[in-house]
């Protein structure tokens, strides 16, 4: 089955009782049970939900892993697979995740005797040095967040697994339909549902795609801890991830014009974007990515105050945080998502503008930018 028949029928067929093409919204804290300590494969909403396992076997179908297993939000994801650690383990991580990401590796789960070591990821020979018998796992992103390296999985997967670790991806940024990971060699990737995947900046989620032994260790967390998706965050959910394919070819579209465009500008100190053959990772992304995704930075001249002017001057690029809805957005990475990293290994510089493109006319955007940028 094909992608984007995938994003919309996995998971997703008509509602026995009524017919409903639509998977209904199952708003429901409990369900009733046939007899004592029997149930119809629902008891509780914590533990499951219908709609929230539709969403599950459609993000496992996309991103061609055994199961998915969804949390309230990518952070929540990220701290399940963090939490298939023990006290001692050690994971060697990109040096420039979200910011996000690092706080909770360095503030929550170092405090539980899990050690982080920050690694530039692009350096193989580096990742290689820095594993130890006591390294679980390889934690990447690709393209990464917020200055688009690229990183070669299948070489990282490679040295991850000839220590007995594995490999983390974060596939965010990229999403299924540009990057399959476990094809690549990954053994778990993780999601913030709540950008390219919802889509629409209306919701709030996180998924890991993995094996079925891995999923049922992460499904025991989920119903442990709690930090689950509602029913009606499941279904916004796989109401965006239906146009996923579509939307995200607009997204490719309009930001290598963008970045091209930034690229002969004036103002514009360096473009960010794996789609530039400028790019030290562009020939890589080529070969491991449909495209090279809707993500921009961009480093602009003048410094963090010149930076800071253009991020609050644009009018259809609306400054705020995250990313990966249809409508255009700017931020200033170091004060704002990534401001936990100040003054660490993974500080991001201050000059730094992220975009995340739309899929409004590019022509528009390109004006907008022009403008601020003068």
Known sequence: MDFETAAIHVGQDPEPTTGAVTVPIFQTSTFAQPR?????????????????????QCLAAL?????????????????????LLSPGDEVVMANDVYGGTWRQVDKVHRRAGIETTPVDLTDLEAVAAAMTPATRFIWAETPSNPLLKILDLAALAE?????????????????????????????????????????????????????????????FLQNAVGAVPGPFDSWLTLRGIKTLGVRMDRH???????????????????????????????????????????MISM??????????????????????ESLGGVESLIEHPGIMTHA???????????????????????????????????
């Open 36 to 56: 004592v300590g029997e149930h119809t494969g629902y008891e509780y909403a914590r533990t499951g939900n219908p709609t929230r396992t539709a969403l599950q």
């Open 159 to 219: 040295i991850a697994h000839a220590h007995d670790a594995r490999l983390v991806v974060d596939n965010t940024f990229a999403t299924p339909y540009l990057q399959r990971p476990v094809e690549l060699g990954a053994d778990l990737v993780v999601h913030s549902t709540t950008k390219y995947l919802g889509g629409h900046s209306d919701v709030v989620g996180g998924a890991v795609c993995t094996d079925a032994a891995t999923a049922e260790e992460l499904a």
């Open 340 to 374: 936990s990293v100040s003054g660490t290994a993974l500080e991001v510089p201050d000059d730094l503008l992220r975009l995340s493109v739309g899929i409004e006319s590019v022509d528009d955007l390109l004006a907008d930018l022009d403008r601020a940028l003068a």
């Open 252 to 294: 490719c579209a309009n930001a290598a014009r963008i970045a091209t465009f930034l690229d002969q500008h004036p103002a514009v100190e360096q473009v960010l974007y794996p789609g530039l053959a400028s790019h030290p990772g562009h020939e890589l992304a080529a070969r491991q990515m449909r495209d090279f995704g809707g």
């Open 63 to 83: 991103e061609g892993t055994e199961q998915a297993v969804c949390f309230a939000s990518g952070l929540a994801a990220s701290d399940a697979v963090l939490r």
């Open 299 to 320: 480093r602009v001249a003048g410094g963090r105050d010149a930076a800071t002017r253009v991020a609050e001057t644009t009018r259809l690029f609306f400054l705020a």
